[in-house]
Structures are given as C-alpha cells and as structure tokens.
Nanobody, 124 residues
Framework: QVQLVQAGGGLVQAGGSLRLSCAAS????????MGWFRQAPGKEREVVAA????????YYTDSVKGRFTVSRDNAKNTVYLQMNNLEPEDTAVYYC?????????????????WGQGTQVTVSS
C-alpha cells in the first residue's frame, strides 16, 4: 500500500504563493491518478484538484481555477500543488490522496491512501 508524505504549506499573506508536494515514501504513485483535498475548520473535506497518471487530464474546483496548478513528476514519484494569489478562504489543512484503482476519476470516494495533511494559513 502506498504511503504518502506531504511537504510545504505554512503561513502566508493574502496574494502570496505556496507550493505543496506529495511524495510516495513507500510504493509508487507513478501513473496513478492523484487528488488534492482540503478541510477548513468546521467544514467538510472538499476536492481542490486532481491529475491523471500521465498528467494530461486535470481537474480544478471552481474556487481555485486560474490560481492553483496541479502537476506531477513521475520520475520523482511526486505530485505538486502550486497555489498562487492565495485568499483567506483557502485556509485549511490540505491532503493528497491516490486513486485506489489508479484511474483518473472525479468520483472522489475513489481517492484513499491519504497523506498526513499540511496546514495552509492565509492571513488578510
């Protein structure tokens, strides 16, 4: 079973940028569809972005379109989430997850093997 380790995150002012990474410390996520999710205090976890195993297909939730970019480097077994023009509403714990079937899907219930989560805090 793949194990995911996240890095990045932190505190930034509104309008700033952060980059999150998600690497497989055990197993491989190369060619496995990956998703980024977030959970703000008092709210349910929501999908932020997803990327197919090849990196060709991508999904973004409406609120981050044009500001966030999901990418991957399969040679490094790592997926990234570049977050620009951050807003206070982006404050949340961010998680990466792998599609349990490996396939690219917008059925978010298929994403499991969660990373440990990383806090992103955007101050106004």
């Amino acid at each position: 079973q793949v194990q995911l380790v996240q890095a990045g995150g932190g505190l930034v002012q509104a309008g700033g940028s952060l980059r999150l990474s998600c690497a497989a410390s055990k197993g491989t996520i190369s060619l496995t569809a990956m998703g980024w999710f977030r959970q703000a205090p008092g709210k349910e976890r929501e999908v932020v972005a997803a990327i197919s195993g090849s990196g060709v297909s991508k999904y973004y939730t409406d609120s981050v379109k044009g500001r966030f970019t999901v990418s991957r480097d399969n040679a490094k077994n790592t997926v990234y989430l570049q977050m620009n023009n951050l807003e206070p509403e982006d404050t949340a714990v961010y998680y990466c997850a792998a599609n349990r079937y490996g396939r690219y899907s917008t059925n978010w219930n298929e994403y499991a093997n969660w990373g440990q989560g990383t806090q992103v805090t955007v101050s106004s």
